[in-house]
């Protein structure tokens, strides 16, 4: 099964953004015109560009979309500036499987599983076994409130729906594996075909290196 091992941090800071895929161009483009992620913040914040209701929520928006998207590579940072709003949803997908290892297992292990079994209904208790399986080894996560828990549900949630792995309909939703486009794939597996695994590609079409 695909994880990622991170034994010194388990990252759940993304409740500061969902994909937002238009925010994602906009950091994307600033990033590419300047070569460099502080002077792209300084341009980001200091015109404003996220539309944010007041300074602090855009220093918090901008700091959140940043790190995701400093985990990139030219091409997918490439294809965030400039494609179409698909593509740049699942460029945003790829950012927080890279930047949040919570959100990744999740799909490449929960869903694809569920995929596999042929059971493409999520339901609350599949979320909460996750939480507690990882609560035992990650002691950040078995630390937070009722609430902080809650809100990564939520924004997890709707990531995955802004994403296309999951759709409306029973319980949580239903889970339904995305179409990526050549360029997108070309992307993703030119960096690590290893990331596959966050759109719900089953190991045995993965080739790993």
Same mark, same amino acid.
């Given at each position: 099964m695909t994880t990622i091992d991170n034994p010194t941090s388990y990252n759940l800071s993304f409740t500061a953004a969902s994909l937002r895929p238009d925010l994602a161009r906009i950091v994307?483009?600033?990033y590419l015109a300047t070569g460099d992620w502080n002077l792209a913040k300084d341009r980001i914040l200091s015109t404003n560009a996220l539309q944010s209701r007041s300074p602090s929520s855009a220093i918090r928006m901008e700091r959140e979309l940043r790190r995701r998207f400093a985990t990139l590579t030219p091409d997918q940072l490439a294809i965030a500036a400039q494609a179409t709003s698909e593509d740049r949803? %699942? !460029?945003a997908w790829l950012a927080v499987c890279k930047h949040a290892p919570f959100a990744f297992e999740f799909a490449?292990?929960?869903l694809r599983e569920k995929l596999a079994d042929r059971d493409p209904v999520l339901r609350p208790s599949d979320y909460e076994a996750y939480v507690e399986s990882r609560s035992l080894s990650q002691p950040e996560l078995a630390r937070l409130t009722v609430s902080s828990k809650e809100k990564i549900r939520q924004v997890l949630l709707r990531m995955l729906a802004e994403v296309g792995l999951l759709q409306a309909g029973t319980a949580l939703g239903t889970i339904q594996r995305p179409v990526l486009s050549?360029?997108?794939?070309? %992307? !993703?597996?030119a960096d690590s075909t290893h990331w596959l695994a966050g759109f719900l590609v089953p190991d045995a079409e993965i080739h790993f290196p």
């Open positions: 994307a483009e600033h949803a %699942a !460029i490449a292990e929960v050549p360029g997108v794939t070309h %992307a !993703i597996t």
